[in-house]
């Protein structure tokens, strides 16, 4: 499904369109990502995803002209921006309904529908694509899930080249994790937020789920971070794809590997 913004989104070439768009974003709000529209206007977000491709740039190939990207839990878009307008044909992959209308105002706006495809989904149903992308961006999302390593065993079938994926997580070189939900001061029995391993802990995991040569790419603080613009996660890493994608017995992932259906 291709999730289109309202009338208001559209830009009508008028010179003083500051106000008309600010009102669009405040009727899209809150934002997360910080994003550049042009003309001085940006969404009013502090999660500036320009920074977090930045901190990639070393590992991706210098022309991205027609590579595939699979974007998850893309929010409004942010890094699925950075990849379309450099050539790249990009799946954004969200399952908040707001976030979505953000990411189609976003697109239309920079002129990048025909380059993004926004689809509405869980991100252990994206097995249902049934392609492989040269890049699987797992930014932002692995620490608010329940099962982060079943996610992590299914996006190794996803994956032809390279992961790049981020995490909250806690210090220390222990292998362990922290329930997210720890730190409120009265949780409920059983009350879960999402995970926060170490960076060992999580190197293990994308290693254990079959990519190649997991390493860390950053920890925060980030390069290029300010008050206003910060990437968002406190640890960064890259991986290979896997020589052999984690297939688990009861997800029907016969596609995995035949050259056919990596588009």
């Not at 289109?4 to 500051?18: I, K, L, P, T, Y």
């Not at 320009?50 to 942010?78: I, Q, R």
Request: aromatic residues 8%.
């Amino acid at each position: 499904m291709r999730w289109r913004a309202g009338r208001a989104a559209r830009d009508d070439g008028q010179r003083d369109e500051g106000p008309r768009v600010e009102a669009v974003l405040d009727q899209l709000g809150p934002w997360y990502h910080r994003i550049q529209l042009g003309n001085g206007l940006v969404t009013p977000g502090t999660r500036d995803q320009s920074l977090v491709f930045e901190l990639y740039a070393d590992h991706l190939p210098d022309d991205l002209t027609d590579v595939t990207v699979l974007d998850l839990g893309a929010n409004a878009a942010g890094l699925s921006v950075e990849f379309a307008r450099r050539g790249a044909r990009v799946v954004a992959v969200e399952l908040g309904v707001r976030y979505l209308e953000q990411a189609a105002f976003v697109l239309e706006r920079l002129g990048l529908t025909d380059r993004v495809e926004l689809r509405r989904m869980d991100v252990y149903r994206t097995i249902e694509l049934r392609r492989r992308f040269d890049i699987v961006c797992y930014v932002g999302l692995s620490y608010h899930l329940r099962y982060p390593q079943l996610a992590l065993d299914l996006l190794s079938g996803l994956c032809e080249h390279r992961l790049l994926v981020s995490s909250q997580t806690i210090p220390g070189n222990e292998l362990r994790m922290l329930n997210r939900a720890a730190r409120l001061p009265n949780r409920n029995v059983g009350e879960l937020h999402g995970w926060e391993p170490t960076e060992q802990l999580f190197l293990d995991m994308v290693a254990h789920a079959g990519f190649r040569s997991p390493r860390l790419v950053s920890t925060a603080p980030h390069a290029g971070e300010t008050a206003e613009r910060i990437c968002g996660n406190r640890s960064y890493f890259v991986a290979d794809a896997a020589s052999t994608p984690h297939v688990l017995p009861f997800i029907d992932a016969g596609f995995v590997g035949k050259p056919e259906q990596r588009q």
